[in-house]
């Protein structure tokens, strides 16, 4: 038998299983068959005309060459502007390199901050993909809990025990995926005391924050410049997940860094994405305005819908297109609960455990859709609940 690197066992990824639901309803929903789709932040409206027009005129002119590894300029200012409006901290375009995407400006970051014998402290819940592009480097990552005991809030005394001589980095989304948590002003500067005395890297993954209210979340870029990389993204706030249009904003040796790995990972975005993406950043007002306004009331929406279900309890999100159903009182985990719906009710959702044990008797539930879309979503889910046979009461073990 052939042999592969040890890479491909660390890219796997532990959450695979939970997208196999999500690709056998997308096939079914092809087929026309009456299909639900709530698994994946794919939001349900188009990008905006002037960014497909801009996108469009571009290729047209032959925009289809060679482009700086990096972005060009009028992107990465653009992107500088953004990110100074948004955190505060002023930066310049040098400071920026445009990516494929926030996924892959995470695999960049963990390339560029670790190796093997490292740590990186990732906040649990995470999204499913964390795992393996932290341990891509050959770092190891340390799962810091943020338990729905504590409302999926970091715990921060867990996050100080687990920084060892090894830890290299920590990686924060706020706006969490799947929780919707925004991490507050006060957990920051506990955060931002440790990595000063432990010199850590914060890695911000803030693809989120454009949906936040104000379309802004609390960040230590300002505090911490010479430390913090701030991830973002047009996919969530513009309607554009399928243009892979993503950045990291950083120091400027760390972004020089990403420059040389991009070289020779990913040479460059294509040019008419980047047009489009430099339009889409002009009008991101109007743009994260009406996607935030569209999901705090798809969000406001479900609740009312899925009030009184039988045996759940929905988490409500501070920001965001997803919200947590509790599913523990079905006596199902989140992964059990997801199966039964798709098969009974083709409904699909997302199994919790792909965030991590912390949330394996939750599902995930995208709420960006059609009013009509979620009604009848929310009546299929408390159906298939009603039917579900009281969990049996655990009995006390004997002495």
Not at 85 to 92: E, F, K, L, M, N
Not at 240 to 257: D, E, K, N, Q, S
Not at 287 to 306: H, K, Q, S, T, V
């Given at each position: 038998?052939?042999?592969?690197?040890?890479l491909?066992?660390?890219?796997a990824?532990e959450?695979?299983?939970?997208?196999?639901?999500?690709?056998?309803?997308?096939r079914?929903?092809?087929?026309?068959?009456?299909v639900?789709?709530?698994?994946v932040?794919?939001?349900?409206?188009?990008?905006?005309?002037v960014?497909?027009?801009?996108?469009?005129?571009?290729?047209?002119?032959?925009?289809?060459?060679?482009?700086?590894?990096?972005?060009r300029?009028?992107?990465?200012?653009?992107?500088?502007?953004?990110?100074?409006?948004?955190?505060?901290?002023?930066?310049?375009?040098?400071?920026?390199?445009?990516?494929?995407?926030?996924?892959?400006?995470?695999?960049?970051?963990?390339?560029?901050?670790?190796?093997p014998?490292?740590?990186?402290?990732a906040?649990?819940?995470?999204?499913?993909?964390?795992?393996?592009?932290?341990?891509?480097?050959?770092?190891r990552?340390?799962?810091v809990?943020a338990?729905?005991?504590?409302?999926?809030?970091?715990?921060l005394?867990?996050?100080?025990?687990?920084?060892t001589?090894?830890t290299?980095?920590?990686f924060?989304?706020?706006?969490?995926?799947?929780?919707?948590v925004?991490?507050?002003a006060?957990?920051?500067?506990?955060?931002?005391?440790?990595a000063?005395?432990?010199?850590?890297?914060?890695?911000?993954?803030?693809?989120y924050?454009?949906?936040?209210p104000?379309?802004?979340?609390?960040?230590?870029?300002?505090?911490?410049?010479?430390?913090?990389?701030?991830?973002?993204?047009?996919?969530k706030?513009?309607?554009?997940?399928?243009?892979?249009?993503?950045?990291?904003?950083?120091?400027?040796p760390?972004?020089?860094?990403?420059?040389?790995?991009?070289?020779?990972?990913?040479?460059?975005?294509?040019?008419?994405?980047?047009?489009?993406?430099?339009?889409?950043?002009g009008?991101?007002?109007?743009?994260?305005?009406?996607?935030?306004?569209?999901?705090?009331?798809?969000?406001?929406?479900?609740?009312?819908?899925?009030?009184?279900?039988?045996?759940?309890?929905?988490?409500?999100?501070?920001?965001?297109?997803f919200?947590?159903?509790?599913?523990?009182?079905?006596?199902?985990?989140?992964?059990?609960?997801?199966?039964?719906?798709?098969?009974?009710?083709?409904?699909?959702?997302?199994?919790?455990?792909?965030?991590?044990?912390?949330?394996?008797?939750?599902?995930?539930?995208?709420?960006?859709?059609?009013?009509?879309?979620?009604?009848?979503?929310?009546?299929?889910?408390?159906?298939f609940?009603?039917?579900?046979p009281?969990?049996?009461?655990?009995?006390?073990r004997?002495?």
């Amino acid at each position: 038998m052939m042999k592969f690197s040890a890479l491909v066992e660390r890219i796997a990824g532990e959450g695979a299983d939970a997208w196999v639901t999500h690709y056998e309803a997308r096939r079914a929903q092809e087929r026309g068959e009456d299909v639900i789709l709530l698994s994946v932040g794919d939001p349900d409206f188009d990008t905006p005309d002037v960014v497909r027009e801009r996108a469009i005129e571009s290729i047209r002119a032959g925009d289809t060459h060679y482009t700086p590894a990096t972005g060009r300029l009028p992107l990465r200012e653009a992107i500088a502007r953004l990110h100074t409006a948004r955190s505060g901290q002023a930066v310049t375009a040098d400071q920026v390199v445009a990516l494929s995407g926030a996924q892959n400006a995470l695999f960049a970051s963990s390339l560029c901050l670790a190796g093997p014998g490292d740590e990186i402290i990732a906040i649990e819940p995470m999204y499913p993909t964390y795992p393996a592009t932290i341990e891509v480097s050959g770092a190891r990552m340390v799962r810091v809990p943020a338990p729905p005991a504590r409302g999926f809030r970091i715990d921060l005394e867990a996050l100080a025990a687990a920084i060892t001589p090894r830890t290299r980095a920590l990686f924060l989304a706020t706006p969490s995926n799947p929780t919707g948590v925004i991490t507050h002003a006060a957990e920051l500067d506990v955060i931002g005391d440790l990595a000063m005395r432990h010199s850590l890297w914060i890695v911000a993954d803030e693809v989120y924050a454009g949906l936040a209210p104000g379309g802004r979340v609390p960040s230590l870029a300002t505090r911490m410049p010479d430390r913090v990389v701030t991830i973002g993204s047009l996919s969530k706030s513009h309607a554009m997940t399928g243009w892979r249009a993503g950045w990291i904003v950083g120091p400027r040796p760390f972004a020089v860094h990403v420059e040389a790995l991009v070289m020779c990972m990913l040479f460059g975005l294509p040019g008419f994405v980047q047009e489009a993406a430099t339009v889409a950043l002009g009008i991101s007002a109007e743009a994260e305005g009406r996607i935030r306004d569209y999901c705090a009331a798809r969000r406001d929406f479900l609740l009312a819908e899925l009030a009184g279900a039988q045996r759940l309890s929905c988490c409500v999100p501070e920001a965001g297109m997803f919200m947590l159903i509790d599913v523990r009182g079905t006596g199902l985990s989140g992964y059990e609960f997801m199966r039964g719906l798709y098969e009974s009710e083709r409904v699909s959702v997302l199994d919790g455990g792909a965030f991590g044990p912390q949330t394996s008797g939750f599902v995930r539930v995208c709420f960006a859709a059609e009013e009509s879309v979620l009604r009848e979503a929310a009546a299929r889910i408390r159906r298939f609940a009603a039917t579900l046979p009281q969990p049996k009461a655990r009995t006390a073990r004997s002495s």
